[in-house]
């Protein structure tokens, strides 16, 4: 797979030692908490995570699981609000939103990927896609265009009328991909991604993500036990003791 182009800015996913943004920082995240209970015992899972994120960087948190990953990618994504800590998008505290605001906020801003793609199976590809338009607002006819277009980037172009429930599983994530795109958000978070693919159709999405991430300037995170996909991204870290460290 040829991943060559012109090389990005390095993503800069700090430790807690240092305070200051950069200035032309996407997402900043500081001093990010988060424990969870588990039987009556109390687990810290990110202890002071400090983040910037800058347009169109890619990096891969990796790791054994459990250790806060797919937590931290929530929090990114504000699916989840720390206990304690700020998440900054472009000089905005976020977590200041309300529900409604977040929500708001999060369908324009982020696009999200998960092993297991919560598309509707009764509904056609398009219309899948088609969704997070229908959301913020699109009529059926506006949603359509960015659809129909992201879909045929993908490579579904003869599938966009299939229900997804007939679909395979490498092409049903392509849909997933396609949803998460179709607003063309800064952000894309990935998490295990190809988790559930084959190795054919997990190196397809992982030359898809590599593609657009250049073709659309957009910053992307992904949680991956894949170290082949981790290999592609600029940087790749992980967490030990609550707190983010690079892997070398």
Known sequence: MDNSGPPKKMIQFDSKDRKNASSDSLI??????????????????????HADLHIGETVAIVGPSGIGKSTLLHILGTLDRPDSGTLMFQGENVFLYDDIKLAEFRNRTVGFVFQFHHLLPEFSALENAMMPAL?????????????????????????????????????????????????????????EPTGNLDKMNSDRIHQLLMELNQELLMTLVVVTHNMELASYMSRCVTIVEGRLQDVN
């Not at 966009?160 to 049903?172: A, D, T, Y």
């Open 28 to 49: 900043t995240g500081r001093d990010l908490t988060k424990r969870f209970q588990n039987g009556g015992v109390s687990i810290d899972v990110l202890q002071g995570v």
């Open 135 to 191: 959301i913020n607002g699109f009529s059926k006819p506006e949603a359509n265009k960015p659809a129909e277009e992201i879909l045929v980037r993908v490579g579904l172009q003869d599938r966009l009328h299939h229900r997804v429930g007939k679909l395979s599983g490498g092409e049903q994530q392509r849909v997933a991909l396609a949803r998460a795109l179709v607003l063309k958000p800064p952000i894309l978070l990935a998490d």
